[in-house]
């Protein structure tokens, strides 16, 4: 609760701290108890005097702390208590008749007011009197006249119609603008106002206050403050300007009564009006009051319905202002309105039905507890214009920066529930509030803070509170280095801050990228830091400026293995020097100064230089030292363009900042990001299908598959397979005798992921494989599956390995509902930890050992990130030539992760993008910042992928996929059978009838339709043309038809450029309107380029940027070009 005022408190507002740089705040914020809380006992309605004490006990039960009454004077021929007859009677209709005086029945009812904690308002009416009272009798000369010398009637003009006047015709307008009148006036009413609080009067409603000068009022007011200095004056100044309000407020009035009983909740107009007179005074707000129709003459629904609507706007005028008044009746639902002549007790609604009397008494207690609705704070409005909801705030200073306390009411007016996002109202609070506590009376409360979503039902309103967050203390940082000057931000590329590597081949030179500035304009410079892992020297090359405070530098790798990078920047006091000095000697300044600061920076760089630089800095300083000091001669040395380089190269690096990460890059040998991939099942290549191949039958085959242009030859596992549970043909869960079952069944008695499968031959077989392979110039990459049969030798070796059911039985790999029951998986954590780890990476170390140096990995997204980002790194310290693929067709960010966490090639989802704009759009997100870590391997099928596009478009299908694959990623491959246009189906599903995954196949490598030709052009297309070796080069162009394609690929030095066409559809002959990417080689769209087909044969000449073509699958699904400047052109 605010602290009690402790000094008088008007309008003209209270002195914040003391002596000259005290400041006046608004009135509206002066420290108060509470604001007041106004019960209008409208006289008429009671009865006389000792019915309105009667009621006392019953206000001050509500909460209330005032009680105002309109006029109870004698009134004139009207009747109108508004009609002031007599100031010093009370009308007949209010007075007691047990024969009191009438000023000893106010007194006596102001003492009975006080006894209940209430102090009384009643209505100072000093703008007119009764045209037939006392006043106008005796003192006429204090009236205005009209023409004809009678005293004139006030009156109002309709703001709609100027023309139309409302005249009160029992009134008498009082003359304030003649002097005499307006002084003699000012007496009698301060002598007035004096009797009434003799009488125990403690505050005033003024009305039409606007309507008296403010001398009067300003007087009036401090006469009474005089009196006592904690009496209340609130000006009625409904209806008039914002001057006339301020007029009035200057002269010290302590309230304003605001316009609140008439906003819809959505018009922006009552904050408008709230904001402009809480700088002049708090205001006062009612939900009604006795000039306004009553709210519940138009309610629809029911008694609870009713009372809902009444509580609630009650509620919403108590925490709209400073204050609130309410008119008797209201917590009865009374539909009747008050008369200011009419009414008479007995149009007390005794009948109602209704009482919300309790309510009111929870809102004004919760109003008086607050500090923030006690003041005239800044008021917001949190919600939109237009919501279905209403949210307010209140704070309890002018601004929420210094608020410290603050209340907020949100409300739905509407007949459906509205949901309410708390973090976004918490956001528009300004952010400076602790939590906001729900304080709604009579109601359960509800959480509020970011991230709850709140549906408030139909009619519903809640009051929240909070107070100004604790702002915590952080530690000191301690004593200031001036370290970072040189800002360095923005680095490219970097992942994830320096926790992922970049990925790049040996050979290539990185690009690095930065924002680089400092303050001032010193002159500043930077280098980037490079070296190997584990090296201790930083190799540094030079950045330089690009625009715009970017920097760009590049530094060669050249070693496979696994770099680390950095950037340094510094103020370059010499070029500075350099730069100020030419400067002053262009406008013929003298630089004796300059040139022996210059010689004070060449001495600098001389001790810091070392080697040759040293000796010739020291023969410079000699020579700069046998000339004048300052002289002419010894500028012209320095300036020297090969002195200012030696100088500039070894000058001291003032105020020297490194970027704070030392960014982990990866340099893999060029097969990480080019190679061409043939997948086949070792056991299958005996040409027999009823022999099981061994690792000689594929040493036969090598060099028909080195023919076809592959370079990496996987095989799927090789391991023993298991008895147990073993899978039939086409993955039937019984096997018949000969079945050979999955290859994925690894381990038996023979051994497990470390043997090989006996009937493949022996490790020292596969060891002349291994080098068989390498003299046809190609390298086995092996399958590795971290999956176990119900046989695998772990099982009895290592239980704890694995997972078990509560009957002791071994847990199946499952992927609900399916299970498969010839495989089970490990686990790696608990008792796993670290023996299986260790165990993994020792079998891989183990087949590096036998010349292995590419893997396979199959389904590493359904095991740890930390387990492979250890092993990868593990192995790659050890052999950094290894590459690793993951065959992860999962979730994106899993995939991503999988290639942050050390993997050189991915699997990807090109296997079911069939569109132009699926390849498109896919195309380009792997080659933009994703292409900085992940190596996309465009597998075209696989033996667990028969794609529906290739199951129905026929040998054309798969040229299409095919040259998709080796063109657009500079990694491909394709499973044994597709070169042959396999695609027989498993009806119904993406899979191939008769798996090899589970049988002996012999392949007839002569299939009549194949696509062996292509393959092999493909494969030599790609050895031979350098831009086909990456994947992120690749540029889109126009063509014309969404189903074909066309982009082309360039080299970074522009050297060698492919243009590719496809018709994306296998069945139908397509043609468009295409355009050379003549702008990729620097030429107009006007320009020429020679083209080299190169699946034809053949060479032409394209001149203009837009040609047509037509692609026929019957003769080609696409081509391939070469591009070249044309010679003609060129020369």
């Not at 209704?354 to 809102?363: F, G, H, P, T």
């Not at 066409?1061 to 990729?1080: A, F, S």
Request: aromatic fraction near 10%; charge should be negative; hydrophobic fraction near 40%.
């Amino acid at each position: 609760m605010n602290a009690p005022t402790t000094a008088p408190t008007t309008a003209q507002g209270t002195r914040a701290g003391t002596g000259a740089g005290a400041v006046t705040l608004p009135a509206s914020l002066a420290p108060r108890a509470e604001g007041p809380r106004i019960y209008n006992l409208f006289p008429l309605l009671v009865g006389r005097v000792s019915d309105w004490t009667r009621e006392l006990p019953r206000i001050a039960g509500l909460g209330f702390d005032w009680v105002y009454l309109n006029p109870f004077h004698q009134t004139g021929g009207s009747r109108s208590l508004y009609a002031v007859a007599d100031i010093d009677s009370l009308d007949e209709r209010l007075r007691d008749l047990d024969g009191t005086p009438d000023d000893e029945q106010i007194r006596r009812f102001c003492a009975a007011a006080e006894a209940q904690g209430l102090r009384v308002m009643t209505d100072l009416v000093v703008n007119h009197a009764a045209n037939d009272g006392r006043l106008a009798r005796e003192r006429p000369d204090l009236f205005v006249k009209d023409e004809a010398g009678r005293p004139a009637s006030p009156y109002a003009v309709d703001p709609d119609d100027p023309t139309k006047r409302t005249i009160w015709g029992d009134l008498a307008e009082l003359d304030y603008h003649s002097e005499p009148a307006r002084s003699e006036l000012t007496r009698i009413w301060d002598g007035y106002v004096a009797r009434l609080q003799g009488l125990g009067v403690a505050g005033f409603r003024c009305d039409a206050a606007y309507k008296v000068p403010a001398e009067v009022w300003r007087a009036l007011i401090r006469g009474a403050k005089e009196r006592d200095h904690a009496c209340l004056f609130a000006a009625e100044t409904l209806g008039c300007t914002f001057a006339e309000a301020r007029a009035t407020a200057g002269a010290g009035f302590d309230y304003l009564f605001n316009s609140f009983a008439w906003w819809d909740l959505k018009a922006g107009w009552a904050i408008e009006q709230y904001e402009r007179l809480r700088t002049l005074a708090p205001s006062i707000a009612f939900p009604e009051n006795h000039d306004m129709p009553r709210l519940a003459a138009d309610a629809a629904g029911g008694p609870e319905t009713l009372a809902e609507r009444l509580r609630n706007r009650y509620a919403l005028a108590a925490f709209f202002s400073a204050g609130v008044l309410m008119p008797i009746g209201y917590e009865w639902g009374y539909a009747r309105a008050l008369h200011v002549v009419e009414t008479t007790p007995a149009d007390r609604e005794t009948e109602s039905g209704l009482d919300i009397s309790r309510s009111i008494a929870s809102i004004n207690a919760l109003k008086a507890e607050l500090p923030a609705a006690n003041v005239e704070g800044a008021q917001l409005r949190l919600s939109a214009p237009d919501s279905d909801a209403v949210a307010l705030i209140r704070f309890d200073t002018g601004h929420p920066a210094s608020a410290r306390h603050a209340v907020l009411v949100l409300y739905n007016p509407g007949a459906r529930s509205v949901p309410v996002d708390a973090g976004a109202l918490i956001a528009r609070t300004g952010g400076q509030l602790g939590p906001f506590v729900d304080r709604t009376p009579e109601a359960e409360p509800i959480v509020f803070h970011a991230g709850c979503a709140i549906a408030l039902a139909p009619g519903e309103l809640r009051i929240l509170s909070a107070e100004a967050a604790t702002v915590a203390t952080l530690p000191s940082r301690g004593r200031p280095s001036g370290e970072g000057r040189v800002v360095i931000e923005a680095v490219s590329p970097e992942i994830d801050g320096g926790r992922s590597p970049v990925k790049r081949v040996v050979g290539e030179s990185l690009q690095v990228d930065a924002d680089i500035f400092s303050d001032g304009h010193e002159i500043i410079n930077a280098a980037i830091l490079s070296r190997v892992v584990g090296e201790t020297a930083w190799r540094r090359d030079p950045m330089v400026f690009v625009d715009n405070d970017r920097w760009s530098g590049h530094f060669p790798l050249e070693r496979n293995a696994r770099y680390e990078f950095t950037i340094e920047g510094w103020r370059d006091s010499f070029s500075s020097w350099v730069r100020d000095t030419m400067k002053k000697r262009d406008a013929g300044l003298d630089l004796t100064l300059e040139t022996i600061e210059g010689i004070a920076l060449v001495q600098g760089a001389a001790d810091l230089a070392t080697g040759r630089d040293k000796e010739r800095l020291a023969a410079l300083v000699s020579a700069l030292g046998a000339e004048e000091t300052g002289s002419t001669a010894q500028l012209r040395r320095i300036l020297d363009p090969e002195a200012t380089k030696l100088i500039r190269r070894n000058a001291e690096r003032v105020n020297a900042s490194r970027y704070p990460v030392n960014i982990p890059v990866i340099a893999d040998r060029l097969a990480a990001r080019f190679s061409a991939w043939y997948e086949i099942f070792p056991r299958s290549q005996s040409g027999d299908p009823n022999r099981h191949g061994t690792f000689d039958d594929v040493i036969a085959r090598l060099p028909e598959i080195r023919e076809l242009g592959f370079d990496v030859l996987y095989f799927t596992p090789i391991h023993p397979i298991g008895r147990t549970n073993r899978k039939g043909k086409n993955n039937t869960l019984k096997a018949e005798p000969g079945d050979v079952g999955s290859v994925y069944a690894v381990g038996s008695e023979e051994g497990g992921h470390e043997a090989v499968h006996p009937e493949l031959g022996t490790l020292a077989d596969f060891e002349r494989l291994v080098a068989a392979s390498h003299a046809y110039g190609m390298e086995i990459a092996l399958d590795f599956a971290i999956q176990c049969s119900p046989d695998h030798p772990w099982i009895k070796t290592h239980p704890e390995w694995f997972e078990w059911r509560p009957d002791g039985t071994l847990r199946f790999a499952e992927n609900p509902p399916k299970k498969y029951e010839d495989i089970s998986n490990v686990h790696f954590y608990g008792g796993a930890l670290p023996s299986l780890w260790i165990e993994l990476r020792d079998i891989v170390m183990g087949w590096c050992a036998r010349g292995v140096r590419i893997f396979r990995v199959d389904n590493p997204h359904t095991k740890p990130i930390p387990f492979w980002e250890w092993m990868i790194g593990e192995v790659n310290g050890r052999y950094p030539d290894v590459i690793f693929l993951a065959e992860a067709f999962t979730r994106p960010k899993m995939m991503k992760k999988l290639a942050k966490a050390g993997y050189q090639q991915s699997y990807t989802y090109f296997t079911w993008r069939n569109t132009k704009q699926e390849l498109t759009e896919y195309a380009l997100e792997l080659a933009g910042p994703m292409g900085e870590y992940y190596r996309p391997n465009f597998f075209a099928n696989t033996p667990d992928i028969n794609p529906h596009y290739l199951q129905t478009s026929g040998r054309p299908g798969f040229i299409v996929r095919a040259t998709l694959a080796a063109t657009l990623s500079s990694v491909y491959g394709i499973y044994n059978g597709f070169e042959l246009c396999e695609a027989a189906p498993y009806p119904g599903k993406e899979e191939y009838l008769n798996s090899e995954k589970y049988e002996l196949k012999a392949w007839d490598n002569d299939r009549p339709g194949n696509i062996r030709e292509h393959v092999v052009k493909l494969n030599r297309i790609r050895r031979e043309n350098p831009a086909l070796w990456d994947f992120r080069n690749v540029h889109f162009t126009g063509a014309f038809n969404d189903s074909i394609i066309a982009y082309a690929k360039l080299t970074p030095e522009g050297d060698n450029c492919v243009f590719v066409m496809v018709n994306l559809d296998p069945k139908n002959r397509q043609e468009c309107t295409y355009e050379v990417p003549l702008w990729l080689l620097g030429q107009p769209d006007h320009g020429a380029v020679a083209v080299e087909d190169l699946l034809q044969g053949y060479t032409f000449e394209l001149r203009g940027k837009s040609h047509r073509i037509a692609l026929d699958p019957a003769e080609r699904s696409c081509v391939i070009w070469r591009l070249r400047v044309s010679r003609r052109v060129a020369e």
